[in-house]
């Protein structure tokens, strides 16, 4: 993994890599930007291969928190805005209850649920 500053709310400049990993941004910003930030990385992505990678909480309370101008996203929520821009959870993955995880997501598409790859 190579870190690299890039403005998120342009076009990613690295197209089809492994994994594009966003920690702890989403949660700064509400759903319409988080869709500009997310479509970036789905249009970067190469179908079948690439992943992004959001470590941020997902938290299991019915409603989401609110703190110092972030949000606390629940899993609906991250399913919703994460569908919206044209990607499909694959994982959640949460070492403990209210704890940051890790949500592990691919491109959606026809045939994602029946193993076929191009």
């Known amino acids: 993994m190579e870190p690299m500053a890039h403005?998120?709310?342009?076009p990613q400049p690295i197209m089809g890599t492994r994994a594009y990993y966003l920690r702890n941004i989403l949660h700064d910003w509400g759903d319409e930007k988080c869709l500009i930030i997310l479509l970036n990385k789905a249009a970067a992505m190469k179908p079948w291969y690439s992943k992004v990678l959001v470590n941020e909480f997902a938290i299991f309370r019915p409603r989401p928190l609110c703190l110092l101008g972030a949000i606390e996203r629940a899993e609906k929520q991250w399913r919703e805005l994460l569908t919206t821009a044209g990607l499909q959870i694959e994982r959640i993955w949460t070492a403990e209850p209210e704890s940051q995880s890790i949500i592990e997501?691919?491109?959606?598409?026809?045939g994602v649920d029946d193993g076929e790859s191009t």
């Open 7 to 10: 403005d998120f709310f342009t």
């Open 105 to 110: 997501a691919r491109l959606a598409g026809p």
